[in-house]
């Protein structure tokens, strides 16, 4: 009878380290004891420290598997079922497609069972749903911890801090790192001046050269838009209020996002027509963008500059199923016509619409949620409802709150008449000397958007 080659397989997360009975050596020395006694060879031992059961992707388990298709192994042996894995799914895709497929038998020393026989296999299927079970208790229980965490304004921990801040284990918070804190300020300021986004990674690398390998277009877009720069952090989907000190003003913050909106693809600045993303069809919904248009007369190319609404396009129509019938129309003429409307705004007061002040109401929005939660606390204090409804309600009523609040900052900024005033001057009397960049920084500070309709024409002010 030929001895069996085994492999050894042994695992231990990070916890797990400190727990006896589950340590690598422990593991080993229990398995080669099993082999002795089963007269195995142990050909190998695959070790992983460190490594969570949950996933597949562990150095020693794939070196293990290509050893299996190399025909190298005879039986696997683990100490126990959950150290090959915690998933029930991977536990069965192991022992189904990677050892029963390539004749290698598989034991688990601890539940005293191997797959040379049907109750074996059965049995491991029932204790992989147990090994499931487990895990995804830990993970939800770690998944409450952390939104506990968060809704009482500590920071939610896990993966790498966000730039500008440093976490506190003692107090549970982040702390500002001043020397990063001057750049987060720089680029927002850049940003707001009209800079491309590229030309800020440019800037940045040139002012700051210890940190340029941190800047690319994607990271710069990305903490343009983070919330933890105004004292907040997002879990989930919805955005907390966080115990940290703010780096960027709020009026700042919310001036950067609405720049970033403006374009289809967040990408401010880089494009060469002065309306691109500020104008949108009346028709469907999407942005009028910018785009050139030639043809050749006699081997002369003849080029032309047209708005058209984005929905149009052959990708478009590709990709949905369908495009927008709505006209195109020359850039000059385009531009003419808007420009014509930003002059009238500011002699004759003769602007097409205006954006309404909606404060009032979005105060009234507030009040009245505020009052909603007041009435959940004596519902709650009179047991008219459970805890884990005051507490569900509470939360959705806070979101709603702090979404009226940012709503409300926004409304104040976009609605500065200094501003608004200044702003419209410095376009018109400097327009044929101002740089593109800046034509277009003073036009989102003046026009919340266009709708074009045919040749119907519609500019919305801010003020």
């Not at 916890?15 to 080669?32: D, N």
């Not at 070790?47 to 299996?68: N, T, V």
């Not at 920084?441 to 709708?451: A, T």
Request: with cysteine; charged share 30%.
């Amino acid at each position: 009878m030929t001895t069996k080659r085994a492999a050894l397989y042994i695992r231990v997360s990070t916890p797990e380290q400190k727990k006896h009975g589950y340590s690598m050596e422990a593991q080993e020395e229990k398995l080669r004891a099993f082999s002795t006694a089963k007269d195995f060879h142990v050909s190998k031992v695959y070790a992983d420290g460190g490594f969570s059961g949950a996933k597949l992707e562990r150095p020693a388990l794939l070196d293990m598997i290509q050893d299996i298709e190399d025909n190298k192994i005879d039986v696997v042996l683990v100490y126990k079922l959950d150290r090959l894995s915690r998933s029930q799914k991977n536990t069965m895709h192991l022992i189904e497609d990677v050892f029963l497929k390539n004749k290698v038998d598989f034991i688990s020393m601890q539940e005293s069972f191997d797959t040379t026989t049907s109750f074996g296999r059965a049995m491991i299927g029932i204790l992989s749903v147990f090994a499931q079970l487990e895990r995804d208790n830990i993970t939800e229980r770690m998944a409450m911890g952390k939104l506990e965490r968060v809704k009482r304004g500590f920071y939610m921990g896990g993966g790498a801090f966000p730039f500008g801040y440093k976490y506190d284990e003692y107090t549970g918070e982040l702390n500002i790192v001043e020397e990063e804190a001057i750049i987060v300020r720089r680029m927002f300021e850049l940003f707001l001046s009209g800079s491309t986004i590229n030309s800020i990674v440019n800037q940045l690398s040139a002012e700051f050269p210890s940190y340029s390998k941190t800047f690319m277009d994607s990271t710069v877009r990305r903490r343009l838009s983070s919330e933890y720069y105004v004292g907040r952090q997002k879990y989930q989907g919805k955005v907390y209020n966080a115990k940290h000190e703010a780096i960027i003003s709020q009026s700042d913050y919310d001036e950067v996002q609405r720049m970033l909106a403006a374009r289809p693809h967040s990408n401010a600045f880089q494009h060469t027509y002065l309306f691109s993303g500020i104008a949108i069809c009346k028709k469907c919904g999407h942005a009028y963008n910018g785009y050139e248009s030639s043809h050749k007369v006699k081997n002369k190319v003849y080029k032309y500059q047209y708005y058209r609404c984005s929905a149009q396009t052959w990708k478009f129509k590709k990709k949905n199923g369908w495009c927008c019938s709505a006209k195109s129309i020359r850039c000059e003429t385009f531009d003419q016509k808007i420009i014509e409307e930003i002059r009238n705004r500011a002699s004759s007061k003769q602007y097409t619409k205006v954006v309404k002040n909606s404060n009032g109401s979005i105060i009234k929005e507030i009040e009245k949620a505020k009052a909603q939660q007041e009435k959940l606390v004596d519902l709650y204090l009179n047991d008219r409802i459970p805890t884990e409804v005051l507490d569900k309600k509470t939360e959705d009523l806070n979101q709603l709150i702090i979404q009226l609040k940012s709503k409300l900052q926004k409304a104040d900024t976009k609605r500065d008449s200094r501003s608004f005033d200044k702003s419209l001057k410095e376009l018109l009397e400097g327009y044929e000397t101002l740089t593109f960049e800046e034509k277009r920084k003073l036009i989102e500070k003046v026009v919340d958007r266009i709708e074009v309709d045919g040749d119907n024409i519609e500019v919305y002010f801010f003020m």
